[in-house]
């Protein structure tokens, strides 16, 4: 079964409002990172955060991870209509650079930014 | 883009025979995966490569069979496809695999009827 579950499945804000995504996972991870995707193309990497991280922003996202709660968030700050996208948390887990190591995503959140 | 191409980016197909989907990098990247995208179930991971010759299953592998001659080529096969394979397929490439993001293909879409 697949490791991340993202919620709200879809989320519809006013531009200028922040955008908060959540990601419960199952399992032990080394890393958790959040990939983007416009409306039919492919995915593209945000940020990884660390498993022995709390928190990591960049620009004006900013993601925590707890752990002990096995969940993440993903904020967006100042939300734009080219933020309307599907986001999407992945978690690796297994041996970096081993044969067990796999790339495991959520179904992932449709956001979308209202002008 | 990182150099990841996928081809065909389009095609359809009846059921029953097999078809073949290719995924070509230049980036020399160890990591190779096969995800499929359908409404309600996110990305889900049919195979994935460690090395040349080097491959495992993912969650989703029934119907499906991959190989890895080559650094830069992994092969996704439906050896006999249903119309329940009809998805979006993508490819990604990853250095080293944990603590590297994934960079994807711009991903095939696979009818099936």
């Known amino acids: 079964s697949q490791q991340g579950e993202e919620d709200p499945q879809a989320l519809s804000i006013q531009e200028g409002e922040n955008a908060t995504m959540n990601c419960s996972y199952k399992?032990?991870?080394?890393?958790l990172q959040w990939y983007r995707q416009n409306s039919g193309r492919g995915l593209v990497h945000l940020i990884l955060i660390r498993s022995n991280e709390r928190e990591k922003h960049s620009g004006r996202l900013r993601v925590t991870l707890d752990t002990s709660k096995k969940s993440s968030s993903l904020l967006i700050t100042a939300s734009r209509a080219a933020d309307t996208a599907s986001y999407f948390c992945a978690t690796d887990a297994g041996d970096s650079g081993g044969s067990n190591y796999k790339l495991t995503f959520g179904k992932g959140t449709l956001l979308t930014v209202n002008p | 883009d990182a150099g990841i191409t996928q081809s065909p980016r389009h095609k359809v197909t009846e059921t029953g025979t097999p078809v073949t989907l290719r995924c070509h990098q230049t980036e020399n990247h160890r990591y190779m995966y096969w995800y499929r995208q359908d409404p309600g179930h996110g990305l889900r991971l049919i195979h994935y490569?460690?090395?040349?010759?080097?491959?495992d299953k993912g969650e989703v592998s029934d119907g499906y069979s991959v190989s890895r001659s080559k650094t830069e080529d992994f092969l996704l096969t439906l050896e006999s496809a249903t119309s329940s394979q009809t998805s979006v397929y993508f490819c990604a490439i990853s250095t080293r695999g944990a603590g590297t993001e994934a960079f994807f293909g711009q991903g095939t879409r696979l009818t099936v009827v």
């Open positions: 490569s460690y090395g040349v010759k080097d491959t």
């Open positions: 399992t032990s991870i080394n890393n």
